[in-house]
Every structure is written in C-alpha cells, then in structure tokens.
C-alpha cells in the first residue's frame, strides 16, 4: 500500500505562484509514474502533468510553459511548480502515483489540496 501525503495548496492572486509537493509512503517499491490531476468547481477531474521514472514529463495544453513537473527519487517526492496562475487553475489537486503490480498497475491518490485563484 502507498499512501500520498500533498502540500502547498491556498490562496493566490491572479498571476501568482504557488509550489505543490507530493511524498509517498509504504511499500513504494515499484512507482513507475507520479503526477497530478485536478478538478475544479463543477467539472470532472482532469490530468494536469505527469513525470516517468526516467523523468519523461507530459502537460495538459491549459498548463504548458506555466507549470512545471519535477521529482526527488529519493524522497518519493513529485512536485509541481505553477506560475501565472489564473482563476481557471481554481481547483482541488491530487498526487497520483502508479505501481507496478501486473495489468493494470496500482493506482493510488492523495486526498488533495484546494488551489485558489482571486484577487
């Protein structure tokens, strides 16, 4: 079992910056891919971006030269940098991180940090 602990979320003004990071925990052994989705009010939960243990990232067109996917193998960390922020980022965060474990791989999920965009 892995569990997903977030950070950084909150309240920032229009063209702010915010950092979030995501630590797994547990029988980590495995994670071949973390990043991060998000669902904002009245939507479904969308992916944002993600990164390979062989640090291949991909970005969601919205979210492209604005945020940026990185990671601490180390510390089962994942984080994601997102500047320029604009009320549309409005959401609730979550860390995912996939496992190896056969077909289809584990798939686990923190349970999320609120992003907040207003002036």
């Known amino acids: 079992q892995v569990e997903l602990a977030e950070s950084g979320g909150g309240l920032v003004q229009p063209g702010g910056s915010l950092r979030l990071s995501c630590v797994a925990s547990?029988?980590?052994?495995?994670?071949?891919?973390m990043g991060w989705y998000r669902q904002g009010p009245g939507k479904q939960r969308e992916a944002v971006a993600d990164?390979?243990?062989?640090?291949?990232?991909n970005y969601a067109d919205s979210v492209k030269g604005r945020f940026t996917i990185s990671r601490d193998g180390a510390k089962n960390a994942v984080y994601l940098q997102m500047n320029s922020l604009q009320p549309d980022d409005t959401a609730v965060y979550y860390c995912n991180a996939r496992q190896r474990a056969g077909i289809p791989p584990n798939e686990y999920w923190g349970q999320g940090t609120q992003v907040t965009v207003s002036s």
């Open positions: 547990g029988t980590v052994f495995g994670i071949f891919k």
């Open positions: 990164i390979t243990e062989a640090d291949h990232t």
